[in-house]
């Protein structure tokens, strides 16, 4: 049984800056991707950010790139996205997942394992 168990977030105001982790366990995967998704209420679940263990190559969302940093530190199992420049419109609960192959996906549906989620609010 595989878990992502997810901490940080927060309340923070606009510009400044959190750090999210996924702790991964439960499981060994030989290949994977790992991304970030986000929900604010009423809305869809929305791609962050990914990373693929193939080269550690990293995609983001247009609205996020060049303010969110996707990172992983495979002695810890862990996934990190540092947010810098936070905006009000950043607001939302963010969820990492694990998808059990190497490439990453934009969806949703394409993710095996979730974690609980964590919120994370940006006032004005």
């Known amino acids: 049984q595989v878990q992502l168990v997810q901490s940080g977030g927060g309340l923070v105001q606009a510009g400044g800056s959190l750090r999210l982790s996924c702790a991964a366990s439960?499981?060994?995967?030989?290949?994977?991707?790992m991304a970030w998704f986000r929900q604010a209420p009423g809305k869809e679940r929305d791609f962050v950010a990914a990373?693929?263990?193939?080269?550690?190559?990293?995609h983001y969302s247009d609205s996020v790139k060049g303010r969110f940093t996707i990172s992983e530190e495979k002695a810890k199992n862990t996934m990190y996205l540092q947010m810098n420049s936070l905006k009000p419109e950043d607001t939302a609960m963010y969820y990492c997942a694990l998808r059990d192959d190497s490439y990453y996906y934009t969806t949703p549906d394409e993710y095996d394992f979730w974690g609980q989620g964590t919120q994370v609010t940006v006032s004005s």
């Open positions: 439960g499981r060994t995967f030989s290949r994977y991707a």
């Open positions: 990373i693929s263990w193939i080269g550690h190559n990293t």
